[in-house]
């Protein structure tokens, strides 16, 4: 089986289908398009798709109405928004139907390649054909399964509470894991695509490890425009990792993030706590002197 799925991408407007159609093929993805809710539904009748991103906001068959029509019919395609600005109560709303996550329009090609990458491995997953065995082994060791566990039998029936649980679970592994993220389904009675939108959704979880000093570079589009790729990469090529790696000697993670909402101070990259803003591409980093 491919270790990439077919992805759908679903939205009113051509630019968004062409724009989307431009990275993801450009990474090797077979792509089709749809204009709306009611082609896409005709098109998932005829032919199976890994992975739907879809817009919320259309004509006729909106958003919502596909996710619904998604997991009733193809309960194993992966869903991911595409939009602007969505409700509260939107995003509340397809967070309950098992989204995998959002990508907010419009799109840096870095972040639609990041939220495709976490989309992708959540369907192979699915299908049990993720590595396992790598995740499983000692990121989750048993001593911390039976903490966990207490933590869910408080929480257990308490409306509202699986945000709490994961946090807990964030501060007791440092991250969560899938194992962790099943346990927490499975002890908790909410479907596992529940959790893992949870926690793919909010960007204080993360599903991969971090070092002592967590490096968040904003490729949102204020910091985009202002060359954060340029700072991502002298960072990359410094600390020898890439973007969602940790250094060996476990000091330092680097991650990405759409927006830190200091976009006026942008190219902003923040360490730990700390924000820094108008970084220079080519010094970024002295940026991490003080945490060396
Ligand atoms: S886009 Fe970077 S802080 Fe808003």
Same mark, same amino acid.
């Given at each position: 089986?491919?270790?990439?799925?077919?992805?759908?991408?679903?939205?009113?407007?051509?630019?968004?289908?062409?724009?989307?159609?431009?990275?993801?093929?450009?990474?090797?993805?077979?792509?089709?398009?749809?204009?709306?809710?009611?082609?896409?539904?005709?098109?998932?009748?005829?032919?199976?798709?890994?992975?739907?991103?879809?817009?919320?906001?259309?004509?006729?068959?909106?958003?919502?109405? &596909?996710?619904?029509?998604?997991?009733?019919?193809?309960?194993?395609?992966?869903?991911?928004? &595409?939009?602007?600005?969505?409700?509260?109560?939107?995003?509340?709303?397809?967070?309950?139907?098992?989204?995998?996550?959002?990508?907010?329009? !419009?799109?840096?090609?870095?972040?639609?390649?990041?939220?495709?990458?976490?989309?992708?491995?959540?369907? &192979?997953?699915?299908?049990?054909?993720?590595?396992?065995?790598?995740?499983?082994?000692?990121?989750?060791?048993?001593?911390?399964?039976?903490?966990?566990?207490?933590?869910?039998?408080?929480?257990?029936?308490? !409306?509202?509470?699986?945000?709490?649980?994961?946090?807990?679970?964030?501060?007791?592994?440092?991250?969560?894991?899938? !194992?962790?993220?099943?346990?927490?389904?499975?002890?908790?009675?909410?479907?596992?695509?529940?959790?893992?939108?949870?926690?793919?959704?909010?960007?204080?979880?993360?599903?991969?490890?971090?070092?002592?000093?967590?490096?968040?570079?904003?490729?949102?589009?204020?910091?985009?425009?202002?060359?954060?790729?340029?700072?991502?990469?002298?960072?990359?090529?410094?600390?020898?990792?890439?973007?969602?790696?940790?250094?060996?000697?476990?000091?330092?993670?680097?991650?990405?993030?759409?927006?830190?909402?200091?976009?006026?101070?942008?190219?902003?990259?923040?360490?730990?706590?700390?924000?820094?803003?108008?970084?220079?591409?080519?010094?970024?980093?002295?940026?991490?002197?003080?945490?060396?």
């Amino acid at each position: 089986m491919s270790d990439k799925p077919n992805i759908l991408v679903v939205d009113d407007e051509s630019i968004v289908i062409r724009s989307a159609e431009l990275v993801l093929k450009g990474a090797g993805y077979e792509v089709e398009g749809a204009n709306g809710g009611r082609e896409a539904i005709a098109k998932m009748e005829q032919k199976s798709y890994g992975l739907v991103f879809t817009d919320l906001k259309m004509p006729e068959v909106d958003g919502i109405t &596909l996710i619904r029509w998604v997991r009733n019919a193809r309960p194993d395609t992966g869903i991911v928004i &595409l939009t602007g600005y969505p409700s509260q109560d939107t995003i509340k709303e397809a967070l309950s139907l098992g989204i995998i996550d959002y990508v907010p329009k !419009p799109f840096t090609p870095a972040v639609l390649l990041d939220v495709t990458q976490r989309a992708v491995h959540w369907v &192979l997953e699915r299908r049990g054909a993720a590595g396992k065995g790598e995740e499983e082994k000692e990121d989750f060791p048993p001593s911390m399964a039976a903490e966990l566990d207490k933590v869910i039998e408080f929480y257990r029936d308490k !409306p509202g509470s699986l945000i709490p649980v994961l946090q807990r679970a964030q501060e007791m592994i440092g991250w969560l894991p899938v !194992p962790a993220l099943r346990r927490i389904a499975q002890g908790m009675n909410i479907p596992p695509a529940e959790v893992h939108s949870v926690t793919t959704f909010y960007s204080f979880f993360t599903m991969k490890p971090r070092g002592d000093h967590n490096v968040r570079v904003c490729l949102g589009t204020a910091c985009y425009v202002k060359r954060a790729e340029e700072v991502m990469k002298t960072l990359e090529e410094g600390l020898g990792v890439e973007v969602g790696g940790v250094t060996p000697d476990r000091k330092f993670s680097l991650e990405e993030v759409r927006c830190l909402g200091a976009c006026g101070l942008a190219p902003v990259v923040m360490v730990d706590s700390d924000t820094f803003a108008g970084i220079d591409p080519k010094a970024a980093m002295d940026v991490l002197k003080p945490y060396g």
